[in-house]
């Protein structure tokens, strides 16, 4: 069995879809792929890069993280350093939610 790794970092079209270009699409057709990401929070960067890999003709395989928030995108698993349970007090909002915002702290969060 033959293992290529190759590492490249997708970029972003007008929409916010992410693309690769004509060069590293071979690198993803027929290919099982495995995703990096440094940080899950909810997953949606991880989903958005699945269904980028599935147009381009891969398949999404495996998932890594060093730390994620939840356990599985999709119905793949994601293998993590650290998960919430590492990190005391862990929380994480949708903006709309956050309490730090509603107390006009937005300095202390990421929203």
Do not use: W
């Not at 997708?10 to 004509?22: H, L, T």
């Not at 590293?24 to 949606?44: F, H, P, Q, Y």
């Not at 293998?79 to 937005?106: M, Q, W």
């Amino acid at each position: 069995m033959t293992v290529q790794f190759t590492f490249f970092g997708p970029e972003y079209d007008a929409q916010g879809n992410i693309i690769f270009r004509d060069n590293l699409r071979k690198l993803i057709d027929g290919k099982r792929v495995l995703l990096l990401i440094s940080c899950i929070t909810s997953g949606k960067t991880i989903e958005r890069a699945m269904e980028s890999v599935n147009y381009y003709g891969g398949e999404a395989v495996g998932i890594s993280a060093v730390f994620s928030a939840i356990d599985e995108v999709d119905g793949v698993s994601v293998n993590s350093i650290f998960t919430k349970d590492d990190v005391p007090g862990y929380e994480a909002y949708p903006a709309h939610d956050c309490p730090l915002c509603r107390e006009n702290k937005k300095g202390r969060c990421n929203h």
